[in-house]
């Protein structure tokens, strides 16, 4: 089945430590987006990638990048995590022009 | 900006029972609306969306929910829910005009259906 796929599913990283989360995607999706969401809370969009155009958003702090060397592949790396960017990170694809969106399973980050 | 309201941060119910979660919208743009629902630790499932066409739309597991322009809602109901229905549920609003060919989902900020025996 076609899919979008987190891995770890589960992050452990210390405070301060860079930390990598993955996403892929068997959908062929143009458009693949990185959502954060923290306990109780409505997911917040982070980013995108437009094929290979990142769109940042305003608020989103220099502390998280994204990398996207290919259709399947989206990384988010955190470079410095602090205790309150625990929180769950959530990967969706889209085409662009339709308003649809997939969600991964996502990765539930824990800073110690 | 485009926003979305749900009232109602918990919503308990017994089972077999009905069940409406409200959702209120502001948009200045063609609307089109989303319901997600969330279980617990996982990602975000599609439960049913309204881009346009008829305003009541259903989804495979008995969820309906209908879009009122004049009221900007798109309240979610079920008339007889399960246990199983026990879950996160979000509503969401899409900007279709997002700059980088994508679109921006904004969701409320939740409401936590629990069904009980």
């Known amino acids: 089945d076609a899919m979008v796929i987190q891995n770890p599913r589960y992050q452990v990283t210390q405070f301060g430590k860079p930390v990598t989360l993955s996403c892929s995607q068997t959908?062929?999706?143009?458009?693949m987006y990185w959502y954060q969401q923290k306990s109780s809370q409505a997911p917040k969009l982070l980013f995108h990638?437009?094929?290979?155009?990142?769109?940042n958003e305003a608020d989103t702090p220099d502390n998280f990048q994204s990398r996207r060397p290919n259709t399947s592949f989206c990384f988010l790396d955190i470079r410095s995590p602090g205790l309150g960017d625990a929180a769950m990170y959530l990967c969706?694809?889209?085409?662009?022009?339709?308003?649809?969106?997939?969600f991964g399973p996502g990765t539930r980050l824990t800073v110690l | 900006a485009q926003s979305v309201t749900q009232l109602d941060s918990q919503v308990p119910v017994f089972e077999e029972a009905p069940v409406e979660l409200r959702c209120n919208y502001s948009?200045?743009?063609?609307?089109?609306l989303f319901w997600y629902v969330q279980y617990p630790n996982q990602g975000l499932q599609l439960l049913l969306k309204?881009?346009?066409?008829?305003?009541l739309v259903e989804s495979i597991n008995g969820f309906e929910a209908e879009f009122n322009k004049s009221q900007t809602s798109f309240h979610l109901r079920k008339p007889s829910v399960h246990i199983s229905d026990t879950a996160e549920y979000f509503c969401?609003?899409?900007?279709?005009?997002?700059?980088?060919?994508?679109?921006?989902?904004?969701f409320g900020t939740g409401t936590q259906l629990k069904v009980e025996l």
């Open positions: 959908l062929n999706h143009n458009v």
């Open positions: 990638y437009y094929d290979k155009d990142f769109n």
């Open positions: 948009s200045s743009v063609s609307v089109y």
């Open positions: 969401a609003v899409s900007d279709p005009l997002l700059g980088g060919g994508g679109n921006k989902l904004t």
């Open positions: 969706a694809t889209g085409v662009a022009g339709y308003n649809e969106q997939f």
């Open positions: 309204y881009l346009s066409g008829s305003t």
